[in-house]
């Protein structure tokens, strides 16, 4: 299974709303990630996992809150979003060591529109 | 700041060979990607470049210049199913960090 699956694929809610994106991945990677796209523009990297431990937040505001819940599954959850938040969230998962190659695996995303 | 820099956008033909450039910062570089996305898909990855060189797969191959900071994608016999934007990528030190270019949005015309 070489597959980052995640749910939903579409998301609408309001500034109000409390949801969460779901991430799951079977290939025994131990690196999980968040990632934020605006339409044309590169991914942007929010949070990484690691060995299910949080080690690199850049900076994200408090209403996005991540979770890894054990080594195959990762959440995000949202409270109190902005319209400005709406975007592709991508999940992406590698081996947690170095070495070489060691290329991320995305799933098709998360499209989140905060009305 | 870790500037990564590609154009915007580019166009060519099917059958056409075609390059798409990369330069970045090279403090701190531990190695570059390169992936291809299609409009409300997933990245996928290409090709990775660690050492100074040539890498090939196929139509794509993808080069490496450790002291110049400049990486570049080579695209042979363009399908039109190339047609997507291509991101290039670049690990620094500490090996979890991917930091993305600004991606160039290739369109392949018949």
């Known amino acids: 299974d070489t597959e980052v699956t995640q749910t939903p694929k579409h998301l609408v809610m309001g500034m109000t709303n409390k949801k969460s994106l779901k991430c799951e991945q079977h290939?025994?990677?131990?690196?999980m990630y968040w990632y934020k796209q605006k339409a044309k523009k590169p991914p942007e990297l929010m949070f990484v996992?690691?060995?299910?431990?949080?080690?690199i937040n850049e900076s994200v505001p408090s209403r996005f809150s991540p979770e890894c819940p054990n080594s195959s599954l990762l959440n995000l959850h949202l409270h109190a979003l902005q319209p400005e938040d709406s975007a592709l969230y991508l999940c992406?998962?590698?081996?947690?060591?170095?070495?070489?190659?060691?290329?991320?695996?995305f799933g098709p995303g998360t499209r989140l529109t905060v009305l | 700041g870790q500037n990564i820099d590609q154009p915007t956008e580019m166009t060519a033909t099917e059958g056409a060979i075609v390059q798409i450039n990369c330069t970045y910062q090279?403090?701190?570089?531990?190695?570059l990607f390169w992936y291809q996305q299609h409009a409300g898909e997933a990245p996928t990855f290409l090709s990775y470049?660690?050492?100074?060189g040539l890498e090939e797969k196929g139509r794509f191959s993808s080069f490496l210049s450790r002291s110049k900071g400049y990486s570049y994608l080579l695209l042979k016999e363009l399908q039109m199913k190339d047609s997507a934007s291509y991101l290039c990528?670049?690990?620094?030190?500490?090996?979890?960090?991917?930091?993305f270019g600004t991606g160039t949005r290739l369109l392949v015309s018949p």
């Open positions: 992406a998962s590698n081996q947690a060591s170095g070495g070489i190659g060691n290329e991320q695996f």
């Open positions: 290939m025994g990677h131990r690196a």
């Open positions: 996992y690691s060995y299910e431990k949080l080690s």
């Open positions: 090279t403090s701190g570089f531990n190695g």
């Open positions: 990528a670049v690990r620094y030190t500490g090996f979890q960090k991917l930091v």
């Open positions: 470049n660690v050492l100074d």
